[in-house]
């Protein structure tokens, strides 16, 4: 509750302040579709590999707010579901609803962003089941209050990831929640003209004092994109040492089947690449994506497309499409277990 009064109290005062042009919105979204088990291995319950028929009218597509524009301040509020779908093995979602949301304000040339919400992220194309790239390829942040500073490409900013919560990530040493580690911290570089963009961000979050265990936690990441007319082709990579040890920090420890937990000094490469094309009658997105842990011997991939057709005019849009996923070792034995989540997402946009 207490983040949630400091979003609002921030966003209001800003608004306030700075005499900005708020705008009401509403985004609402109805997830259809089936999960599909195709591997050797079954999730209990489901012994046959029978699809799973889901419907999901309550997610991280379904929001109202506010957004606000103006010369030297703006932002945006939501209050929304969910904050994310997962069908896979386990269908179903995570997260609470909640209120998320920035700030931002021109202080000369440096803008200074207040808010709760990812504190960076580089999302895929997929718009069926609003997947992005959550935790499989799309290196974010996860939803934490977090100030930025920004200038000139470069960003610099602390997020409270966890620190409120006080654990101590994974450390058999220390019991979790005796000690609250220091704030995350993230700094980098995006440069953007046009359509092309390139950057590079750096993320990590000191929670003890050995370095050998994992207790300072790191994240590198170079990402970009370029425009193929007609095709925009995205790519990122990212390497982390021992990302589980700062759970509240990086999004990637949410990943599917424990591919990066249990040994405690993971070494993660995460990679993905994007392609997005806009035709008539309707806007196509691919993206294949691929994470390993070297400690661990575990890895797995993702590969999705969909097609989202507009209703010109009307703010809706259908978008069916199918996202594979294969886990193919876990702790360098052969998982055997893949499934195919399929359907379609109705979104309306006011």
Known sequence: MKKIL?????????????????TPTAVIRLDVGANVQLGDKYPAGNPGGDPTWNFNPFNNGTSIGVNAAGDNAGGWIHIRGNEHVYLGDTPGTTGTPGIFGE?????????????????????????????????FGASASTDNPFIKLSVEGFYFGLSEA?????????????????NAPFPGFFVGYDYAADAFSVGATFAGQYVGDDVDDGSFPLMFNVHGKIPLDPITLGLNVAFYIAPENAPGLFSINSAP??????????????????????????????????????????????????????????????????????????????????????????????
């Open 162 to 178: 966890g620190v409120n919560g006080k654990y101590i990530g994974s450390k058999a040493s220390v019991a979790p929640g005796d």
């Open 257 to 350: 089947e424990n591919l990066i937990k249990g040994v405690g000094k993971s070494r993660v490469i995460e990679a993905m690449i994007d392609l997005s094309a806009a035709f008539d009658p309707c806007d196509i997105g691919f993206s294949g994506a691929f994470i390993m842990d070297t400690e661990a011997e575990s890895y797995g991939f993702k590969t999705g497309a969909c097609a989202t057709f507009g209703i010109s005019g009307t703010g809706f849009s259908i978008i069916p499409g199918l996202i594979y996923t294969n886990i193919l070792k876990i702790g360098g034995n052969d998982a055997k277990k893949s499934w195919l989540d399929v359907g379609v997402s109705c979104s309306y946009s006011y």
């Open 6 to 22: 400091a979003v609002l109290f921030i966003f209001m005062l800003t608004m306030n302040i700075f005499a900005v042009d708020v």
């Open 103 to 135: 700030a931002w304000v021109n202080i000369g040339p440096t803008t200074l962003t207040i808010g709760r919400s990812e504190a960076w992220a580089q999302w895929n194309s997929i718009s069926l089941f609003g997947d992005i790239g959550w935790a």
